[in-house]
């Protein structure tokens, strides 16, 4: 009767009928500005509610006292609280918090270096009863926890099992809140069978991969079992084995069914004698590498597949990747095809540019530049130039977006740099042309777990090794204290006429404690060598600022780059051979590789001298030490992703991809593997997910792509 029943979802009784995809605020005891609350993290249907994953688990039997507390152990334990100390640091706004608890077996300090949102220290108050949970660790020689779990005590929560889930604490929602919530949505939600069918995982995957159900993995993940506490915690039990698998599957599908779709297009049909890119070739100054030539067959191979190209290329700073696409517009040009090159700054459009004039006009390719400062007289004739099909080959910053830029047939699409830009960008200058060939370049090296979920749709070439006759860099790890001696080393490089950067994590200092801060320092360092000519660049400066500064170091008119991070990408300075690099420890790897990569350009013995503080641990020392060791950026990046995680790799457009709500990407690799293998088996299968047990896979790929515009 009432079949088509609006929403809210209630039945004559007034009673919820919840679904999966019922918004949250239905949810009793949600509302309205509760519901805001969780929209801001994503939580927005009854099913993103009951996928917010307890972050651990907490066994409460022990009943363990502060005597008996052991390093590294992860407790639960009831305290009485004495006193919350607020400590200033230094000279900055910065504060410590230090809350002292006790039990009648001791005392224990709680330390917060951040506060964990506003109000959380102020709510407490001495002598009340709290439930702290949280690792024991040795500060100093003493025993401490930092950053802990704290609770007021709740006589409800105390009265439960003894096995609990925890789930990560925010503003207005306490663990103990978010396990109500959950557990009160997923009984509405067992209490209708219609729910129940919905499991995105195939029975026929599920029977083969040795998978428990949906439901049965979310209620089991909310209600764990006592006897089961250790597998709950290592997150090995069946629950997290199926939703990590499920998390990876469906990304897996996802990228798949992108690669099959873009494959089933067509592109331009290439037919050539490859005699203009053999007489390009011959006509260089020096001969390709073999990654180059590898990396060149594989373009034209994608070219001869009547399919668009869809191709990233990785290879180490340096390692001649320009040239590469440089030869994959000549081979378009052999059919009278236009390419196009999008490059992050104006300097490297400047740069490549010119590269491009040097190697290519020389043989009828006529190649326009487009950037911001493009005069609008030239504009003019430029775009009139692209329409009729006149340039073969555009370089050029984002302005090659602008609408005006219209191509007569534009065939290749180069981005250079891609993490630079966002995916509409690249889907923007892509729509140029009539599914054009696409290239996409990075000196970024991505460990293979990382490249797979996050180019899975692209087919991948590295480029391993550099041009021959480059000598390498010497890389040393310094403690500050060497930092003089390390100074007067550049300062006779320079004196032979050689120029060199230092380059410092941040601007300001109010941001980290006890960090030099780069214009401080450079006034020092100004003071210091008086007779070097210097010269800043931070993030604080306008674009067109940092293009000068940078043309000019270039052109020899300053000695030292004192600078933050931004240092341009792909910038080739050959005459500056020295990279000094202060608070090592505070980057990751990869991007010191890329900072060390900025030197050793030109024909001049280069130096990487990284600087760490004095306040470092082991780890980060080990860390950055294994600079000197290793100049391949792979190995580099596997190392990174071990100790960092993936944040490191990607620009914040692409993190988005590979933030998982309960898999890991370095500990769930062989998982990931698997779960690739199955997607990739139940997509080729049934390419238009058409089975009816592969339906919430499809409506998960609707919704997916609605998202995803690239
Ligand atoms: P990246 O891969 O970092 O973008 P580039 O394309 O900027 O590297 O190349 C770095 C430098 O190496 C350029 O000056 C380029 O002319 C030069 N180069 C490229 N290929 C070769 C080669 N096969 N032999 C020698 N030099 C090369
Ligand atoms: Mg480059």
């Given at each position: ?7 809210p979802p ?6 919820p009928?919840?679904?999966l995809k019922?918004?949250?605020q ?5 509302g309205p500005?509760l ?17 917010v ?10 009943g363990?006292?502060i ?5 590294d152990?992860?407790?639960?334990m009831?305290?009485?609280?004495i ?7 230094g ?5 410590i ?6 039990d009648?077996?001791?005392v224990?300090?709680?330390k917060?270096?951040?506060v964990?949102y ?8 001495p002598?009340?009863?709290i439930?702290v ?6 500060y ?12 007021d ?6 009265l ?6 925890v789930y990560?604490?925010?503003?207005g929602i306490?663990?103990f809140?978010?396990?109500k919530?959950?557990r ?13 069918k919905?499991?995105?995982l195939?029975?026929?995957v ?6 428990i159900?949906?439901?049965d ?25 199926r939703l ?5 599957f469906l ?16 592109s331009?049909?290439y ?6 890119k053999?007489h ?5 100054p020096?001969?390709l590498?073999r990654?180059q030539?590898n990396?060149v ?16 290329i990785?290879g ?10 440089f030869l994959?517009?000549?081979m378009m ?7 196009c ?6 300097i490297l459009?400047?740069q490549h ?16 530049l487009?950037?911001g400062?493009?005069k609008l ?7 009139e130039?692209?329409?009729a099909g006149?340039v ?11 609408d005006d ?8 699409v180069?981005i ?7 995916v ?5 200058l892509k729509a140029k ?7 996409v370049m990075?000196?970024t ?10 180019f899975?749709?692209l087919?991948?070439?590295v480029?391993?090794?550099l041009?021959?006759?480059r000598m390498?860099i010497?890389?040393?790890?310094i403690?500050q204290n ?7 080393f550049l300062?006779q ?8 950067y ?16 780069a ?11 008086p ?7 931070h993030g604080?400066?306008?674009?067109v600022e ?19 991070t ?5 910038v ?6 020295i990279m ?9 790897l990869?991007?010191?590789h890329?900072l060390?990569?900025r030197v ?6 280069s130096?990487?001298?990284l ?5 470092v641990n ?5 860390r ?10 792979f190995e580099?990046?596997?190392f ?19 933030s ?8 769930d690799?062989?998982i ?6 199955y997607?990739?088996?139940v997509v080729n299968k ?13 409506q998960h790929?609707?919704e997916?792509k609605n998202a995803?515009?690239?």
């Amino acid at each position: 009767m009432n079949s088509t029943r609006p929403k809210p979802p209630f039945n004559k009784n007034k009673t919820p009928l919840l679904e999966l995809k019922t918004p949250v605020q239905y949810v009793k005891g949600v509302g309205p500005t509760l519901g805001e609350a969780l929209a801001k993290h994503g939580v927005k249907t009854v099913r993103d509610l009951i996928e917010v994953f307890p972050r651990t688990y907490e066994d409460r039997r022990s009943g363990i006292k502060i005597r008996d507390l052991k390093l590294d152990q992860l407790v639960s334990m009831k305290a009485q609280l004495i006193k919350v100390q607020s400590i200033p640091l230094g000279r900055t706004h910065r504060r410590i918090y230090d809350i002292t608890l006790q039990d009648s077996s001791g005392v224990i300090h709680c330390k917060f270096f951040r506060v964990p949102y506003k109000g959380y220290f102020e709510r407490f108050k001495p002598f009340q009863d709290i439930r702290v949970v949280g690792k024991v660790i040795d500060y100093r020689g003493r025993l401490e926890f930092h950053h802990p779990d704290l609770r007021d005590i709740d006589p409800e929560e105390e009265l439960q099992d003894e096995v609990i889930p925890v789930y990560v604490e925010m503003e207005g929602i306490s663990s103990f809140k978010w396990q109500k919530l959950i557990r009160f949505a997923l009984s509405l939600l067992m209490k209708n069978p219609e729910n129940l069918k919905f499991d995105t995982l195939p029975v026929s995957v599920r029977e083969k991969a040795g998978l428990i159900g949906y439901f049965d993995a979310i209620q089991a993940i909310h209600y764990p079992a006592k006897d089961k506490y250790t597998e709950y915690v290592e997150s090995r039990s069946p629950s997290h084995q199926r939703l990590i698998f499920e998390e990876f599957f469906l990304l897996e599908a996802f990228l798949y069914s992108k690669k099959l779709r873009l494959q089933k297009e067509n592109s331009p049909i290439y037919q050539s004698d490859g005699k203009l890119k053999a007489h390009v070739i011959a006509s260089l100054p020096f001969q390709l590498t073999r990654g180059q030539l590898n990396a060149v067959v594989d373009i034209e191979n994608d070219f001869l597949s009547g399919h668009p190209m869809h191709r990233l290329i990785q290879g180490d700073v340096g390692c001649g990747k320009t040239l590469v696409a440089f030869l994959a517009a000549v081979m378009m040009k052999e059919n009278s095809y236009q390419s196009c090159i999008m490059v992050p700054t104006e300097i490297l459009a400047d740069q490549h540019y010119k590269n491009a004039i040097n190697y290519l006009s020389g043989h009828g390719i006529s190649i326009a530049l487009l950037t911001g400062k493009t005069k609008l007289s030239e504009r003019r004739e430029l775009f009139e130039n692209l329409a009729a099909g006149q340039v073969d080959l555009l370089i050029g910053t984002h302005a090659v977006l602008e609408d005006d830029v219209v191509f007569k047939n534009l065939s290749l699409v180069v981005i250079d740099e891609q993490h630079r830009f966002g995916v509409n960008q690249r889907a923007k200058l892509k729509a140029k042309g009539p599914s054009p060939h696409f290239l996409v370049m990075t000196a970024t090296p991505i460990p293979r777990t990382l490249s797979m979920t996050v180019f899975g749709d692209l087919d991948v070439t590295v480029i391993k090794e550099l041009p021959p006759g480059r000598m390498p860099i010497q890389t040393r790890a310094i403690f500050q204290n060497k930092q003089g001696p390390a100074l007067d080393f550049l300062k006779q490089q320079i004196q032979k006429g050689r120029q060199g950067y230092i380059v410092f994590p941040l601007v300001e200092e109010s941001e980290k404690i006890d960090l030099k801060n780069a214009t401080e320092e450079f006034d020092r360092l100004k003071q210091m060598f008086p007779d070097l000519r210097w010269a800043l660049l931070h993030g604080k400066m306008k674009p067109v600022e940092k293009e000068e500064i940078m043309v000019a170091f270039k052109d020899k008119k300053f000695d030292v780059l004192v600078s933050t991070t931004v240092i341009e990408v792909g910038v080739d300075v050959p005459n500056a051979n020295i990279m000094m690099i202060e608070h090592a420890e505070r980057f990751g790897l990869s991007q010191l590789h890329q900072l060390r990569g900025r030197v050793g350009r030109g024909e001049h013995k280069s130096f990487c001298i990284l600087i760490m503080g004095y306040a470092v641990n082991e780890e980060s020392r080990e860390r950055v030490s294994f600079m000197e060791k290793s100049t391949d950026g792979f190995e580099i990046a596997e190392f990174d992703l071990k100790i960092r995680g993936p944040g490191e790799f990607l620009g914040t457009k692409q993190s988005g991809l590979v933030s998982f709500k309960i898999a890991d990407l370095i500990k769930d690799q062989d998982i990931l593997f698997e779960a690739r293998k199955y997607a990739a088996d139940v997509v080729n299968k049934d390419p238009g997910l058409e089975k009816s047990e592969n339906i919430f896979i499809k409506q998960h790929l609707l919704e997916k792509k609605n998202a995803d515009i690239g």
